[in-house]
């Protein structure tokens, strides 16, 4: 019976303590409940938001497809734009390459904003943002001052990345086509020390060397 008794006070008293603290903190549980539905609700109206984004974009880069293969290359210029400046990495990236292969564009200035634009509005990979740079820097190396070329592919040469060398050889051929066998030799030397390096920029290398010192 004592027994019972105290089990019975023990949870009249538990009982008692929740719903003291309920009563004290019951303004701060609901607003809990209602931000963990509100956020709840939130990410979801993102994800599907981020999705149905996702989805438009790629029928905008098919049509702009479509309309390079029906000869509608203003159109298709247009449509790729757009999906460049809505940020997406992987649809603006793919859409910025058509946009080259199709020669689509044929001022360098412009080609070189939306360059820009792609990388610093975008997240990309390490190595994918470097072979964008590359690329732009290969694109613009014939329209071009030193400086602006040199500005431009220096992120590579300062990092221990895949496209160093290629940027190595970029320079030295564009010193050398300029005449300017000194800084070309320097770049093509530099890859030349480079370890472990496939055996074809050793030998571009070489072979440029050889025929500066002809």
Do not use: C
Request: no cysteine.
């Amino acid at each position: 019976m004592a027994e019972n008794f105290f089990e019975a006070q023990y949870d009249v008293t538990k009982k008692s303590k929740i719903k003291k603290f309920y009563e004290s903190n019951k303004i701060l549980i609901f607003s809990s409940i209602l931000i963990l539905i509100i956020s709840f609700g939130s990410l979801s109206f993102y994800l599907e938001s981020k999705e149905s984004k996702k989805i438009l974009l790629s029928e905008n880069y098919v049509q702009a497809k479509f309309y390079l293969e029906n000869g509608n290359k203003s159109e298709a210029l247009n449509t790729l734009k757009k999906v460049i400046f809505a940020n997406d990495s992987t649809y603006s990236t793919l859409s910025f390459f058509l946009i080259l292969n199709q020669n689509l564009i044929s001022d360098y200035k412009e080609i070189s904003i939306l360059y820009d634009h792609l990388l610093e509005n975008n997240k990309f990979e390490k190595e994918l943002r470097n072979l964008l740079i590359y690329k732009k820097a290969l694109f613009i190396s014939n329209s071009i001052i030193e400086s602006e070329l040199l500005e431009t592919i220096k992120p590579l040469l300062n990092t221990d990345t895949l496209w160093k060398p290629h940027a190595l050889l970029l320079l030295g051929d564009y010193f050398m086509s300029k005449g300017e066998n000194i800084k070309a030799i320097e770049f093509y030397q530099q890859i030349l020390s480079i370890n472990n390096l496939h055996k074809d920029f050793y030998n571009q290398a070489k072979s440029q060397l050889v025929i500066i010192t002809q």
